[in-house]
């Protein structure tokens, strides 16, 4: 299972998205792939946690999580094989660990936590809630905006992530990200 785990090294420039639920990441993350004319990692949790809800109408639970993250590395590293010097990640483990922190009390799957911490990305580009909330089956916290963002600023700072702020609109966002991407 570890294995699943892995990161494939390359020498590509790798950007993640990074913030809280209905932030604008997939729209800036497709946008700068096009922009690039590179690829884009979705966030694999999405479909996965959508199958789950659309056949069961269960959420998120603890058991899902090793699961999502094979999944999201799977994905990330077939892309990475087709990307042109930069691929954009709609999300990491990391942000799935933080995520896991906020949802289950105490949790404890130290193996998540290893392979979040592990991975190397270049920059992380975390996104202000300054975006249109949006509804779906699988969004909870309309109302904890603020606090999600701040949670995910803290692990960033914390471990002394490089990332930068991306608010304003998609167009606003893009200029700025594309700005950061040409000095890294």
């Avoid at 997939?26 to 694999?44: D, I």
């Avoid at 779906?136 to 990332?163: G, Q, S, T, Y």
Wanted: charged share 30%.
């Amino acid at each position: 299972m570890e294995k699943a785990l892995v990161q494939t090294k390359t020498k590509l420039t790798k950007i993640v998205l990074f913030g809280p639920e209905s932030s604008g990441k997939t729209s800036l993350a497709k946008a700068l792939a096009e922009s690039y004319n590179t690829e884009w990692v979705p966030e694999f949790a999405r479909e996965y946690l959508q199958k789950k809800y659309d056949d069961s109408a269960e959420i998120c639970e603890e058991e899902d999580l090793i699961p999502i993250a094979i999944g999201q590395m799977k994905w990330e590293n077939e892309k990475s094989k087709t990307a042109k010097n930069l691929l954009f990640c709609d999300t990491n483990l990391l942000q799935t660990y933080v995520y896991a922190t906020v949802y289950f009390e105490d949790f404890k799957n130290e193996t998540l936590k290893e392979y979040a911490f592990k991975h190397d990305y270049d920059f992380y580009f975390l996104t202000y809630i300054d975006t249109p909330w949006e509804e779906d089956d699988l969004r909870d916290k309309p109302n904890e905006r603020i606090e999600m963002f701040e949670i995910f600023k803290h692990f960033l700072k914390a471990n002394n992530l490089p990332f930068a702020v991306i608010s304003g609109s998609l167009e606003q966002r893009i200029l700025k990200a594309q700005s950061i991407i040409e000095n890294l």
